[in-house]
C-alpha cells in the first residue's frame, strides 16, 4: 500500500507550517514509488477525446503549446518537450491510493492529479499557479526551481502559455523518484526534466468569490430560487429624486444578504463542489444490473466509486440525509445518515462496510441506481 512519510512531520504540523504558506522538499515521501501508468499509457490517454491533455515544447527560445487529443507523436524528438494529461486519476483506477495519502486535506479542496511526461530539457517554463499542489517525482530525475512569493511580472510566452519572467530561487533541488515539492499558490518555480521523467501532481483549487457568484447566479435561475421583489411600503420621503439614500441602500444590501441564507449557500456549493471538471469515465447509457446482481457481488467484491466522482457532505445536514453527489443534491431518509459519510470516506468499500446497509432496501435501491449510472463499480 502506498504511504505518504513526512519525514519529522505530522500533517497538522504540515498544515500549520506549509500549507498554503511556503513550499516544501518533501524527500522520499514514498518509499520505493512506481509510475501509476507507463509513459506510453499516457500517451495513449492523450489520443482519447475525452482526456484533456497539452505538449508544451521550445525550440530556439520559442515556446509552443498545442491541445490534444493527439494522433501521434513523431513531430516531437527526444528533447525539450513533455506530455501533460490533466485528470488522470478519472481515468487510471490506481491513482486514487495517490490521492488517499493526501486525505489530511478534505477532498471538496481537491482538483486533479495531472500527470506529465517529460523529455531531457522539457518543462513548462517558469510560471505561478493559483493552486497548491504535490509535485511527486516518479521515474526519472527533474530540477525544480522555485521562487518567492512576490510582485512577479508575468507574460503570454505562446498564446497558451502564461509565464513569469526569471526570478530568484528559494529552493533548487534535484528530485527523485519518491521526492515530492509541495508548492502554494503564487510561489513562481519551474521544472526542468534532466533525464526522461514521470510526475505526477496531485493539485488544490479555490474558487474566486467572482466564479463562484456567477455559478451561484446560474443556481438561482436553474433552481427558481429568490424570486422575492424588494418591497418599501415603509418608504419616507426623500430628499432627492436622483439620491438612494442609506436606508434605501440598507434595503438594498439586504435583499442580497437574506437570499444568501445557509440552505441556499450549502446546497449550491455542494453541487458546484461535486461538479467534475473533466469527462468522468461514465457509460453513455446506464447500465441494467439487477437486485441480484449487486446483492451477489457486494459479498464477493469491494464496490469502488468512480476515480473522480466527486461525494461530499455537510456537517450541519448530514443528520437530514443530505450529501451531494456528482453535482447533484441527494436527500436520503434521514435514518440513513449515518450512511453518508460511508459512502463520501471513502474509495472503496468493503462487504464487512456495506453490510449494515443490505437490511435496508430502498438505501440499497438508490446504489444500485448509481451502480448503474457508472458511479460505483465492483471493481473485478
Ligand atoms: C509539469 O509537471 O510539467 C508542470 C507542473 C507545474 O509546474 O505545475
Ligand atoms: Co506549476
Known amino acids: 500500500m502506498l504511504q505518504l512519510n513526512l519525514n519529522q512531520l505530522t500533517p497538522s504540523d504540515f498544515l500549520s507550517i506549509y500549507w498554503q504558506k511556503k513550499p516544501l522538499v518533501i524527500r522520499q515521501g514514498f518509499k520505493d514509488f512506481q509510475d501509476f501508468l507507463s509513459s506510453d499509457e499516457l500517451a495513449g490517454l492523450a489520443c482519447d477525446d475525452y482526456v484533456e491533455s497539452r505538449i508544451v515544447s521550445q525550440k530556439n527560445n520559442l515556446w509552443h503549446a498545442e491541445f490534444g487529443p493527439f494522433e501521434n507523436y513523431e513531430h516531437l524528438g527526444e528533447k525539450d518537450w513533455s506530455l501533460i494529461v490533466q485528470a488522470v486519476n478519472n481515468w487510471v483506477p490506481e491513482v486514487s491510493q495517490l490521492i488517499e495519502c493526501f486525505d489530511f486535506i478534505p477532498r471538496w479542496r481537491f482538483d486533479d492529479v495531472m500527470v506529465s511526461y517529460a523529455t531531457p530539457g522539457g518543462g513548462v517554463g517558469p510560471h505561478i499557479d493559483l493552486y497548491d499542489v504535490f509535485i511527486c517525482q516518479g521515474s526519472g530525475r527533474r530540477r525544480w526551481y522555485v521562487g518567492d512569493k512576490g510582485d512577479h511580472k508575468e507574460f503570454a510566452a505562446h498564446e497558451a502559455l502564461l509565464h513569469t519572467e526569471s526570478f530568484e530561487s528559494i529552493i533548487d533541488v534535484e528530485l527523485f523518484p519518491g521526492d515530492i515539492l509541495y508548492i502554494p499558490p503564487g510561489f513562481p518555480h519551474e521544472g526542468i526534466t534532466l533525464e526522461e521523467s514521470m510526475s505526477f501532481s496531485v493539485g488544490y483549487r479555490t474558487s474566486s468569490a467572482k466564479d463562484m457568484i456567477s ?134 468499500l468493503t462487504f464487512e462496510m456495506l453490510k449494515p446497509l443490505l437490511k435496508h432496501h430502498d438505501l440499497i435501491e438508490s446504489l444500485l441506481c448509481w451502480l448503474n449510472l457508472g458511479y460505483w463499480y465492483f471493481d473485478e
Do not use: M, W
Open 215 to 348: 455559478e451561484l447566479a446560474d443556481h438561482l435561475i436553474d433552481t427558481n430560487a429568490a424570486p422575492q421583489q424588494i418591497r418599501d411600503p415603509d418608504r419616507q420621503l426623500s430628499s432627492g429624486s436622483g439620491l438612494i439614500n442609506a436606508s434605501d441602500f440598507v434595503r438594498i444590501k439586504q435583499q442580497i444578504f437574506n437570499t444568501l441564507d445557509d440552505t441556499l449557500i450549502s446546497e449550491f456549493s455542494g453541487c458546484y463542489l461535486t461538479r467534475s471538471k473533466c469527462e468522468l469515465d461514465l457509460p453513455d447509457v446506464p447500465f441494467e444490473f439487477d437486485l441480484d446482481y449487486l446483492l451477489v457481488n457486494i459479498k464477493e467484491q469491494n464496490l469502488t466509486r468512480l476515480g473522480g466522482l466527486r461525494c461530499l457532505y455537510f456537517e450541519e445536514s448530514v443528520s437530514e440525509g443530505i450529501f451531494y453527489l456528482n453535482g447533484e443534491k441527494i436527500n436520503l431518509d434521514e435514518k440513513y445518515a449515518q450512511f453518508i459519510p460511508l459512502l463520501c470516506n471513502n474509495q472503496v
